[in-house]
């Protein structure tokens, strides 16, 4: 009577622990549940608009479109007044007092610079081709963004991923512990087999609670890149692939004509083009013209005005120097990223196509851990095997699934690269 009363307490003790971790692992889904659930285009979608970083880049456009304002305007015209008074009384005319207007000469004279040799339209020219280059810079900016985003998002999916293969397997070894203590309690087993048991459902609460601090770590590392407060979970349902054609030639031509850093750098080259045009025109000096109204001791003169600097010994040559040496450097950094994106294209296009091979080659593995698992516990529960087979298989069944989701991010973000190396990564957030 007592050993089956022990026996009851026991299994009761059993089954509430068990209750409790289902209890558990629903309220962290229910948890998840209530949180906002991102797909990756609502995550890259969510960046693009509130990301702190990428919105102070954009205010570099509205600077640069400022500086076409400023290269349009005309330079002022100059005002000069200038008053000259008699001051010794002996020298003023018969029956006059210092305020008269014979006892003083006043000089009004209004000029105005004027821009020759084409300097004004050059200034023009270089200021829309430097907003061409701020817009192009945000594009790149904005292009490596979206790639740390999609990554960050891919990185929180394989942790929600481990922690649900983790917890599947946690409440897989929690019951054969459960059932483990009943079968000690009626001497089925010996003491080692369950000590084995528990010694391994120690262990997944240990990697359990591992994988859910991995899993909350990402969440919080990608809500920062969202530039958002509110907790979030990935929507583990996605699917990331890349649909284009697959071969060098085709995603070569893809990167030439979308990559934001080739466009920056031939719109860099566009603007030192221009610069050395302006530089040139401002070689030549600026003439100042106006008019001159003088009245002298109420007697009127009119006259006209006019100067020029003459260029003996600056004629810009520093600048005109700089603005060529800056023309070399962008098609020295045009050459650069064309050569970096063979390179990258060549060396993401072979690490997809292995990844894929990969993948391939995990899915028989998965339903061969999957059958190994379910046939050894279906023994064990029989006495047709050992513990020692069973936790083995466990582990085992573990280890696949967790090397599997390890691949399968390794495959998608290759795919990401290929969106990133080609430029498309903003059709993502489309």
Not at 407 to 416: A, G, K
Request: with cysteine.
């Amino acid at each position: 009577m007592t050993f089956t009363a022990s026996l009851f307490r026991t299994k009761m003790r059993f089954q509430n622990r068990y209750i409790l971790t289902l209890l558990l692992a629903a309220g962290s889904f229910l948890r998840a549940g209530a949180q906002e659930i991102y797909s990756l285009r609502r995550a890259l979608q969510t960046a693009q608009k509130n990301n702190p970083a990428l919105k102070a880049e954009a205010l570099n456009i509205g600077m640069a479109q400022s500086d076409i304002v400023t290269a349009g305007l005309r330079p002022n015209p100059v005002l000069n007044s200038q008053t000259l008074q008699l001051v010794q009384p002996a020298h003023f005319p018969a029956h006059t007092e210092w305020w008269n207007a014979q006892n003083r000469q006043v000089w009004w004279q209004l000029t105005k610079p004027l821009q020759i040799a084409g300097q004004r339209r050059y200034k023009l020219e270089v200021a829309r081709k430097n907003a061409d280059v701020a817009a192009n810079s945000y594009g790149e900016t904005r292009r490596s963004l979206l790639a740390a985003v999609a990554a960050k998002w891919l990185e929180a999916w394989t942790a929600q991923k481990q922690l649900d293969i983790m917890l599947l397997a946690k409440s897989n070894i929690d019951s054969m512990v459960y059932t483990n203590k009943i079968r000690y309690k009626n001497q089925v087993i010996t003491q080692t087999d369950l000590f084995r048991t528990e010694l391994m459902a120690k262990q997944y609460d240990i990697q359990y609670r591992s994988a859910l601090q991995e899993s909350q770590n990402r969440n919080k590392e990608l809500r920062l890149l969202l530039g958002i407060t509110d907790d979030l979970a990935v929507d583990t349902g996605d699917i990331l692939t890349f649909s284009r054609d697959i071969n060098t030639d085709s995603l070569l031509s893809l990167s030439l004509s979308h990559r934001s850093d080739l466009l920056a750098a031939r719109s860099l080259i566009d603007a030192g083009n221009s610069n050395i045009r302006l530089q040139k025109s401002l070689a030549y000096p600026q003439p100042e013209v106006g008019l001159i109204w003088n009245p002298q001791n109420t007697i009127r003169y009119f006259g006209l005005y006019a100067t020029i600097d003459l260029p003996f010994f600056n004629r810009n040559q520093g600048e005109i120097r700089k603005s060529y040496m800056m023309q070399e450097q962008a098609e020295q950094q045009l050459t650069a990223v064309q050569q970096q994106i063979v390179t990258e294209i060549s060396v993401t296009l072979e690490n997809y196509r292995l990844q894929q091979r990969n993948i391939a080659d995990f899915q028989p593995l998965l339903q061969q851990s999957q059958l190994i698992l379910d046939n050894v516990k279906y023994n064990y529960s029989r006495g047709g095997t050992t513990i020692i087979d069973f936790l083995e298989a466990q582990r085992s069944w573990l280890e696949t699934q967790q090397e599997y989701y390890n691949t399968l991010q390794q495959y998608r973000n290759s795919c990401i690269q290929l969106f990133y190396v080609t430029g498309l990564i903003h059709q993502l957030a489309q």
